[in-house]
């Protein structure tokens, strides 16, 4: 029966009644907040490309942490920027590492109730080369080493979960890292430790403003020999596939909004947790118009964070966090 016996019309005539028939929510316990942690003392570092991003030291993620809390988001995800960096990543599996220091701190702080920490495992941020796996040398010149990255993927896990993270999230991308991972955080004890695989991760321009925010950008080449093609939706289900396999209990897809119909593809193949990555690029665009005056800052902030919603995504992790928890 269509018009004019049938009037869509009629179901958006008031604010009550567009909440009554509204397919997604969103709310401030959807979404995980990344914070970037940096030796030192009081230290609140502007991330230039990432307007209302900072780097922060222990006691000032404590802090940010607090008032996360207080807002009701989710989770926080961790990074750090070690003081030094070596070929072996030394400061993403030592005990005493940055983002260790920042996870014993948050864990003794009012908002561990609160919040779901989550610690990135990655080394790109760790390795004086900037790669997130090792490099050997080649005929050709020189190749991230999958294997003997493993190892020290599985070490950054499990000394991660022991300093309090409630979930650690390899972004690496090195194949069978989250049974290296598995295995290693069994063997520490760590069997309730969930792994939330970063399980389709494309090799994307968006992750730009990160790598100045985590001073994390590889020294030559790129990581196209290891992150996704962003042409391929058919690989990204395989990927999911075996990082499930593998024995991840969550996957997170990543970039969001130029991917979401890879989104859409892994919620309808995948009855797991799933959750999706605003990334840096796609938060400081967003950013840059809003300097500029040409989108209406509250309304796009929540549009863009509704999509990724709809497209499939249980949570999101979003720079936009805090700004939206308190539109919410
Ligand atoms: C580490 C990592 C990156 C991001 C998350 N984990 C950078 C990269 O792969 O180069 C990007 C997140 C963002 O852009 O916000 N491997």
Not at 126 to 144: D, F, L, M, N, R
Request: with cysteine; hydrophobic share 40%; proline share 5%.
């Amino acid at each position: 029966m269509s018009f004019p016996v049938t009037r869509m019309r009629r179901l958006r005539r008031s604010e009550p009644l567009r909440a009554l028939v509204r397919e997604t929510t969103l709310n401030p316990g959807d979404l995980i907040y990344p914070l970037f942690i940096c030796p030192g003392e009081g230290v609140r570092r502007a991330v230039g490309s990432m307007p209302g991003v900072f780097n922060l030291s222990v006691d000032e993620a404590v802090r940010e942490a607090e008032e996360a809390a207080s807002l009701g988001i989710g989770g926080l995800l961790l990074f750090g920027l070690p003081d030094t960096k070596d070929e072996q990543a030394t400061g993403a599996w030592d005990d005493n590492g940055i983002v260790q220091q920042g996870l014993r701190a948050i864990k003794q702080s009012s908002a561990a109730k609160e919040l779901v920490l989550i610690a990135d495992v990655c080394l790109c941020e760790y390795t004086s080369h900037g790669h997130c796996g090792v490099i050997v040398k080649t005929p050709e010149g020189y190749e991230v080493d999958n294997d003997p990255s493993l190892e020290l993927l599985g070490r950054t896990a499990a000394s991660l979960a022991r300093a309090g993270a409630d979930i650690v999230a390899p972004s690496d991308m090195m194949d069978g890292r989250v049974a290296a991972i598995r295995r290693a955080l069994d063997q520490s004890g760590d069997i309730n430790a969930p792994i939330l695989s970063y399980a389709s991760k494309f090799a994307s321009a968006f992750y730009g403003p990160f790598r100045e925010a985590a001073d994390s950008a590889p020294q030559f080449g790129d990581r196209k020999t290891y992150q996704m093609d962003g042409a391929n939706l058919r690989e990204a289900l395989r990927e999911i596939d075996l990082d499930l396999d593998e024995g991840a209990d969550m996957i997170l897809m990543k970039p969001a909004m130029p991917y979401l119909d890879v989104v859409r593809a892994a919620r309808e193949n995948f009855d797991v947790p799933l959750g999706a990555y605003q990334v840096s690029g796609e938060y400081s665009m967003l950013q840059a118009a809003f300097e500029k005056g040409w989108l209406d800052r509250d309304r796009a902030i929540l549009e863009s964070l509704l999509g990724i919603r709809r497209a499939g995504a249980d949570f999101i992790v979003t720079y936009f966090a805090k700004d939206a928890a308190k539109l919410l």
